[in-house]
């Protein structure tokens, strides 16, 4: 009886110590090889935000951080983020799996498209604008890749390259959502861009992207060298069907 009295004593007195234990001391008692840091760091390891934080030169501001022990009792760790950083602001809900699988949930995000550009699949595409992206619901296996997606993206204010100067395109407007496991169609919405881009892509994790989309030929004089190359497709359409391969 003593013996189980000492036990759930003990238990308690470590979840008091977890509960309370302020966030820059849990930051403190990490190996200092993380290449993890962090300025002024105020609240708990449940609750409580930072000014930066910095992870192998990737550095956010001002992140706001909640963990729901709740989750635990599912075989997670989760809670709600806020982070912002020159090129990007996001806001939603997070779950971590003890298998590493990620869950994400209502997330919002903007962030500058040329943070994409290292893994876009045409080598010396450069890309400007804003992307928004209102993200219902995400599942993540380091293994298997995306298992659920749903969620619209929209690339405000477009302009791309590949191998010549930027060309402003106007506005452009994804569905996402998986078809199977690793697989994710995206799918043009109406839009106002000067190409009326029309069609889907398929995302095969982890290899391949496969494009099947057309564009009119009514654009500007200075895309008509761009799409020549494209097969030309009815009602006065450009094709272009092609399967990439992913950098990753």
Known sequence: MLNKKFFFYSLLFIIFLLATLPARTALNLLPSNLG???KGVSGSIWSGEAASVSFNR??????????NPLHLFTG?????VTLENEQMQVAGDWKIGFDSAVYLSDVEADVSAKMIEPYLP????????????????????PEQGPMAVAGDIQWRKAAASIMGPLISLGDFSLRAETS??????????PAENVVDLQGSMTLTWPSMLAVDISVTESVPESLQST???LQQGPQGRRVFKQELPLRR
């Open 36 to 38: 993890l840091s962090a």
């Open 58 to 67: 990737f550095t956010v501001n001002n992140l706001v951080w909640s963990i």
């Open 76 to 80: 997670k760790i989760g809670g709600g």
């Open 122 to 141: 045409m080598r010396g595409t450069r890309i400007e604008g804003d992307l928004k992206l209102q993200l219902e619901t995400l599942e993540f296996d």
């Open 180 to 189: 199977a496991p690793g697989v994710v169609e995206l799918v043009a919405l």
């Open 227 to 229: 799409i020549a190359f």
